[in-house]
């Protein structure tokens, strides 16, 4: 049974993959949401045969929320470049940004006073 695609999060809160995105899939997964088609170019990567579907940095197997999570530790761009030598600067600065645009697609419900 097919499902149709929709441009609303997933239940773990990542972005759906949607064959109209800028965002690289695998042919057989859903377009992503469109926040991936704002990207300037096509640096993050989720393909279901790769890390099991998580976005990932193209032609590698560094996920973005490593290199989120050494932006956030303080680690500058140089810094992660000689521990990642495989990216680029502008690998590295896409992760962030494609964080950021996933975390502003997610609806957050809002609390009532008790």
Do not use: W
């Not at 956030?72 to 140089?78: D, K």
């Not at 470049?81 to 494609?98: C, G, K, M, N, T």
């Amino acid at each position: 049974m097919s499902v149709p695609p929709t441009n609303s999060t997933s239940c773990a809160g990542m972005p759906e993959v949607t064959s109209n995105s800028r965002l690289v899939a695998s042919p057989d997964l859903r377009p992503a949401s469109a926040y991936t088609q704002s990207m300037p170019e096509s640096r993050i990567v989720a393909d279901h045969r790769i890390m099991g579907g998580v976005p990932c940095i193209r032609g590698t197997r560094i996920p973005v929320a490593t290199v989120v999570g050494l932006v956030a530790l303080g680690q500058s761009v140089q810094e992660i470049l000689v521990d990642y030598p495989q990216l680029s600067d502008e690998d590295v600065r896409a992760a962030p940004e494609f964080a950021a645009m996933a975390v502003g697609e997610r609806q957050v419900p809002l609390r009532t006073s008790a």
